[in-house]
């Protein structure tokens, strides 16, 4: 089983400033790499996925970066909505999940 | 519209049986590969099992030999049964879209969730 490794736990951050989540991986997972945002009482929702590539209808401010076993998302200017916790998935392998990153406001 | 909609959850005792439902709406389950993902109270996502628009079905190793993923293309439905159910089973349980083409198993639409507790 290929094992994710998020960090920070948790990221305190004023809204307007830049957000940066890692994510790391127990082996190479190439690309395949993708990250959720997910909101108390909600589903998850896709945000980025091939690493890079920003799903539908995701604002811009959100981009994601790295390949092997190191990966980023960065959100570049925080919106009230964004504060949230963040899932990154590999699926190279079996599909397998990150512990989260919350992002809290400071 | 595109959407997933959950049904099934409840309390059930340990070594009970349930059934979970994923009502499609906008797409054709049978043309796409499926999922389930479950998330504990307060815990992170745990991917439960896959089917293939082939029919071919995979899972967890924490639920292999107990849980069973299946479809009905008549009633445009994916299902989880689960049997032998064990107080680490308790957890809201999603049911997602594999995003079409060629991505890999990355899922790119969810329903909203269903909850199962396992407990006496």
């Known amino acids: 089983e290929i094992v994710m490794t998020q960090s920070p736990a948790t990221l305190s951050v004023s809204p307007g400033e830049r957000a940066t989540l890692s994510c790391r991986a127990s082996?190479?997972?190439?690309?395949?790499l993708g990250w959720y945002q997910q909101k108390p009482g909600q589903a998850p929702r896709l945000l980025i996925y091939?690493?890079?590539t920003r799903a539908t209808g995701i604002p811009a401010r959100f981009s994601g970066s790295g390949s092997g076993t190191e990966f980023t998302l960065t959100i570049s200017s925080l919106q009230s909505e964004d504060f949230a916790v963040y899932y990154c998935?590999?699926?190279?392998?079996?599909?397998?999940f990150g512990q989260g990153t919350k992002v809290e406001i400071k | 519209e595109v959407q997933l909609v959950e049904s099934g959850g409840g309390l059930v005792q340990p070594g009970g049986s349930l059934r979970l439902s994923c009502a499609a709406s906008?797409?054709?389950?049978?043309?796409?590969?499926m999922s389930w993902v479950r998330q504990a109270p307060g815990k992170g996502l745990e991917w439960v099992s896959l089917?293939?628009?082939?029919?071919?079905?995979y899972y967890a190793d924490s639920v292999k030999g107990r849980f069973t993923i299946s479809r009905d293309s008549s009633k445009n439905t994916l299902y989880l049964q689960m049997n032998s159910l064990r107080p680490e089973d308790t957890a809201v349980y999603y049911c997602?879209?594999?995003?079409?083409?060629?991505?890999?198993?990355?899922?790119?639409?969810w329903g909203q969730g269903t909850m199962v507790t396992g407990s006496s």
């Open positions: 998935q590999q699926y190279n392998g079996w599909p397998t």
């Open positions: 997602a879209r594999v995003k079409p083409g060629d991505h890999g198993n990355v899922f790119d639409l």
């Open positions: 089917i293939y628009s082939g029919g071919n079905t």
């Open positions: 091939g690493a890079s």
């Open positions: 082996q190479s997972v190439s690309s395949h």
């Open positions: 906008g797409f054709t389950v049978s043309s796409n590969f």
